[in-house]
């Protein structure tokens, strides 16, 4: 199976500008970003998505989300506020099939996105 472009990023064969990383999951900037903040916060080891976690998962995935308010701070949102999605299945607009969650801030987000 190829590697997906978040296992490239994370190997270093392709440039990405982390935010964090630890043994675990890795932050760092989308490149097409949708607001001033466009963060991609992902598993290192390969999750077929949200729609492909399973209970051996929920370590990592756990971690993953409590590992979010830090790298919000990091980023210079938390004070202000942010947004996490988490798309599934190509029609919600998930193109990687490799669970990310996408942290999204430094401007007012209007409710329903659009």
């Not at 947004?83 to 430094?106: D, K, M, P, T, Y």
């Amino acid at each position: 199976m190829s590697q997906t472009i978040f296992e490239r990023i994370i190997a270093r064969e392709i440039p990405g500008k982390f935010v964090y990383e630890d043994d675990l999951i890795a932050a760092f900037h989308d490149i097409k970003p949708t607001a001033p903040v466009h963060l991609l916060v992902v598993p290192k080891r390969p999750i077929a998505g949200i729609a492909g976690a399973t209970a051996d998962d929920q370590a990592v995935l756990g971690h993953l989300l409590a590992k979010i308010p830090e790298i919000a701070r990091l980023a210079g949102v938390a004070e202000s506020g942010y947004r996490l999605i988490i798309n599934s299945g190509r029609a919600a607009g998930e193109e990687v099939i490799h669970l990310h969650v996408h942290l999204l801030g430094g401007r007012p987000l209007g409710w329903p996105p659009g």
